[in-house]
Each structure stands twice: as C-alpha cells, then as structure tokens.
C-alpha cells in the first residue's frame, strides 16, 4: 500500500546528543514536509523540500537539518542546537505543483522526549 | 501573512446530535485551498475534507461538510450525527500558492469530546 513512513515511533534522547527521524514515501510525491507538533498546539514547519537535491527552511528550522538526496526519503535530524527538542515530530508529502492547493498525506509521527 | 483561527480549545457534543467546529482564516490571495484533519490521541493526521477557494458549493464527504463563508473568511466544520469515534483533535488549515510557497499553514485545533 502507499503511504509514508516514520520511524522510529518513539526516541529516547540526552541532552547533547544529535538524532535522525527517518521519513520514506511510495506516493512517488515530489514535495516532502517537517513539521513539529507541541501539546495543545498546531503543526509548525521545520523544512521542506519540493523537488529533490533542493529544500527550503521553514519558520523554525533553527537546530534542525535536512537532506534530500533521493524523491521517497527526506531525513530530519535534531542537533544539539535545538534547545527544547521534546515534541511530536510529523512528516508529509503532497503532489509538487507551484499551483497545487492538494492535501497533505501525513505518516504516523515520531515522538522525540530528551532526557 | 497567512493565519488560521480556531477559537474553540474544547467542545463536548452528545452522541449522535450534531457539532460544528469554528475556523476563520486570513489571506489575501484568490486561490488557496482549505482543509480539515482529525488527530486522534494515536497522533496520524487523517484527512476529513477540503474547500477549494473558486468552489461553489460547500463540500461534503459522508457525515462531514465545510460551511463556506468566503466574504466572511470562514470555513466550519459540520459533523453530524456524533460518534463515539470522533473524540478526537480537529484542526483547520490552509493552503496559499502565492505564500510561503505552498506549505500548510494550520490552526491551534479543538478538542472535540463526545458523549455518550
């Protein structure tokens, strides 16, 4: 079945450390999305990417990187800059299109807890 | 800038009667689209319906429908006859091609409760 792929579901980090969430999608979706999830908030943007080999910052990408070298994957890693890491971390996709008022599909989530 | 309003933290809504869930959104392009999710305490976003800005008519999907005021920049959720399931967190969003390239821009959500 198509969708997208989030792992690990649950990560355990100390302080200091750098993590990596993984994100892999098989909707053949050129656009790809961060976004971080706080309790009783919305989704806010980290990074995203449209097109592969290319990403964009989003409004709170500070601490946060990414890459994109192949169309499904799109890895997020929290550094030890991202000074309150604790969150609920989503990844999405959607069909590339400048144009293109579309859906997002979202995958399950990471939920990342700092020691 | 592109901004998403629900003034609803928390509504509780009697199984089987109907809810509907506030959203008002600032944009000053033509085209955009407008979208609802639902997150259940499991935490995947699920997709319930979408409103493009040049729609007509309200959009509907099963027991969902988006009440359309454009003149008023809204656009509210109305579900009817309340299920257990629907316990859940609502959130409202947008897209605007002209802004922020495309992204997703979304609201702060409503806790819908129902009741049995």
């Known amino acids: 079945d198509g969708g997208i792929t989030q792992s690990p579901k649950y990560l355990f980090r100390k302080e200091g450390q750098n993590v990596t969430l993984s994100c892999e999608q098989n909707?053949?979706?050129?656009?790809m999305y961060w976004y971080r999830q706080d309790p009783g908030q919305g989704l806010r943007l980290i990074y995203y990417?449209?097109?592969?080999?290319?990403?964009q910052k989003g409004d709170i990408a500070e601490g946060y990187s990414v890459s994109r070298e192949k169309k499904e994957s799109f890895p997020l890693t929290v550094t030890s800059a991202q000074k309150n890491p604790t969150a609920f971390y989503l990844c999405a996709s959607s069909l590339f299109g400048s144009l293109n008022t579309g859906e997002l599909f979202f995958g399950e989530g990471s939920r990342l807890t700092v020691l | 800038a592109q901004k998403i309003t629900q003034t609803q933290p928390g509504m509780f809504v009697q199984e089987k009667e109907a809810v509907t869930l506030d959203c008002t959104y600032d944009t000053s392009d033509q085209s955009y689209g407008l979208f609802w999710y639902k997150q259940p305490s499991s935490g995947e976003m699920i997709f319930l319906i979408y409103?493009?800005?040049?729609?007509?008519q309200n959009a509907t999907e099963g027991r969902y429908s988006l009440n359309f005021q454009k003149a008023r920049k809204s656009a509210n959720l109305v579900i009817s006859a309340s299920q257990l399931g629907d316990s859940a967190m609502y959130f409202c969003?947008?897209?605007?091609?002209?802004?922020?390239?495309?992204?997703?821009?979304f609201g702060a959500g409503t806790r819908l409760t129902v009741k049995p």
């Open positions: 909707l053949n979706h050129d656009a």
């Open positions: 969003a947008m897209r605007s091609p002209r802004y922020n390239n495309n992204d997703m821009r």
């Open positions: 990417s449209q097109i592969v080999n290319d990403f």
């Open positions: 409103q493009g800005s040049y729609d007509e």
